[in-house]
């Protein structure tokens, strides 16, 4: 079974400071994926990757970046965290085979935004 | 969220029961996942489907691309099914869309 560890587990972070979580998986899969969950919204993607070196917008990119430098990692980086950020947050990985993928989710991060 | 509709938010069941949840896509869709998200919070993948239905001990899935819905099946409901389900719809650019759950809760 697909393993995705996401660090840290939970975090609390001061509006406009700089916040990364981190993903990682061991199971080779290219794509890969950053969801934030909240109330009333479900989880929603924020950014993906297809491989090392790209990063794609999901739907919510604003006030987000992303990065994969390898096919293991792939980072979600606030620049300047705001309080409409504290969220859970969920890294998964899938195998990309033209588009017909089984996703494989992390344990979540929460963040808190003060 | 708007392309992905679960029904119900929330469902009750005894022990022993059966039920069924239930998606409803706005726009096509080439699959859909299914997942249940325990009280950690954890997400574990149930089913994946481009049509046709699965089934995997008590749970069964199907999905209707061309009447655009997709149903799961508990059957004989145990305490370890309670958590919140969701059904993601996999459409024609990537990612996932999910609907905003159904709230299981099995008691004895």
């Known amino acids: 079974e697909a393993a995705v560890t996401q660090s840290p587990r939970n975090k609390v972070a001061v509006t406009g400071g700089k916040v990364t979580l981190s993903c990682n998986q061991t199971?080779?899969?290219?794509?890969m994926y950053w969801y934030r969950q909240d109330t009333g919204h479900g989880l929603r993607l924020i950014h993906y990757s297809y491989g090392a070196g790209s990063t794609e917008k999901g739907d919510i990119p604003d006030g987000y970046k992303a990065s994969r430098p390898s096919q293991e990692n792939f980072s979600l980086i606030l620049e300047l965290a705001t309080p409409s950020q504290t969220s859970v947050y969920f890294c998964?990985?899938?195998?990309?085979?033209?588009?017909?993928?089984?996703?494989?989710f992390g344990s979540g991060t929460r963040l808190t935004v003060l | 969220g708007d392309q992905v509709e679960q029904s119900p938010s929330a469902l009750s069941l005894h022990e022993g029961t059966s039920s069924a949840l239930r998606c409803n896509f706005t726009?096509?869709?080439?699959?859909v996942q299914w997942f249940r998200q325990n009280s950690r919070g954890s997400l574990i993948n149930l089913f994946y489907l481009a049509s046709g239905t699965k089934e995997n001990g008590r749970l069964k899935s199907a999905f209707d691309s061309k009447e655009l819905y997709s149903t799961l099946h508990i059957r004989d409901a145990q305490l370890e099914d309670s958590g919140t389900y969701f059904c993601?719809?996999?459409?024609?650019?990537?990612?996932?869309?999910f609907g905003l759950g159904t709230r299981v809760s099995v008691f004895p």
């Open positions: 998964a990985s899938g195998e990309g085979l033209g588009g017909a993928e089984t996703l494989y």
């Open positions: 199971n080779n899969h290219n794509n």
């Open positions: 726009t096509t869709t080439r699959s």
């Open positions: 993601a719809a996999e459409h024609y650019a990537q990612g996932l869309t």
